[in-house]
């Protein structure tokens, strides 16, 4: 257990929905990072997030949008959902700006309808 | 471009040495990480190097050099349970852009 939390575990949704994931870093990292996996694919970055700052930002679509709250948890936003959004989106979290440890949360797998 | 590349599988027998590559094309980063995901399980930190050298830790180890753009896992001893998928990571300077490597399946034969 790596001490990140993400929610819902599965999302089934039709395509031009909108949905919102949630992150819970481990407690005292600063930093949350959100991830999409795409079947057989690697991982594309999309958003850091550095206690409640957007701090660099990835291939992440217009669509898509992300924040950090004050107490340190995070919501990745996608709207107009897309057939090909469908993947597994991990957030991870680490305690600094980025050099160090990344700690990955169980993941929540969309399928797009 | 920013990319790290790595071979897309690699198959060795229980109780082999396999040697896993990345090599870059970016312009700068700060140091090289390297995970380890299973099929349907996240990915997990393994090795860091901040510096150009090799890190051990236990039967991974991991290797980088700079002026050669070129950074290695070697894993040792390998069991079962290390087949996995295993990707090269790095922080990029300046956009501060995570980005991980193509990915490498290892498949462990007994």
């Known amino acids: 257990d790596s001490g990140v939390t993400q929610t819902p575990k599965h999302l089934i949704t039709a395509t031009g929905q909108r949905v919102t994931l949630r992150c819970s870093p481990r407690?005292?990292?600063?930093?949350v990072y959100w991830y999409q996996q795409s079947l057989d694919q690697g991982l594309q970055f999309l958003i850091q997030?550095?206690?409640?700052?957007?701090?660099a930002k990835g291939n992440i679509l217009e669509r898509f949008s992300a924040q950090q709250f004050p107490d340190l948890h995070s919501e990745l936003n996608l709207s107009s959902l897309e057939l090909g959004d469908s993947a597994l989106y991990f957030c991870?979290?680490?305690?600094?700006?980025?050099?160090?440890?990344?700690?990955f949360g169980p993941g929540t797998r969309l399928t797009v309808l | 471009g920013q990319s790290l590349e790595q071979p897309s599988e690699v198959t060795a027998v229980e109780g082999a040495i396999v040697q896993i590559n990345c090599t870059y094309q970016?312009?700068?980063?700060?140091?090289l990480s390297w995970y380890q995901q299973h099929d349907g399980g996240a990915p997990t930190f393994l090795s860091y190097?901040?510096?150009?050298g090799l890190e051990e830790t236990g039967r991974f180890s991991s290797f980088l050099s700079r002026s050669d753009s070129y950074g290695y896992l070697l894993l040792q001893e390998l069991q079962m349970k290390d087949s996995a998928s295993y990707f090269c990571?790095?922080?990029?300077?300046?956009?501060?852009?995570?980005?991980f490597g193509t990915g490498t399946r290892l498949k462990v034969l007994a």
């Open positions: 990571a790095g922080l990029t300077s300046g956009t501060y852009k995570y980005i």
């Open positions: 991870a979290s680490s305690t600094g700006l980025g050099t160090d440890t990344q700690y």
């Open positions: 997030y550095y206690n409640g700052e957007e701090r």
């Open positions: 190097n901040a510096l150009d």
């Open positions: 970016t312009s700068g980063f700060y140091g």
């Open positions: 407690s005292g990292d600063l930093s």
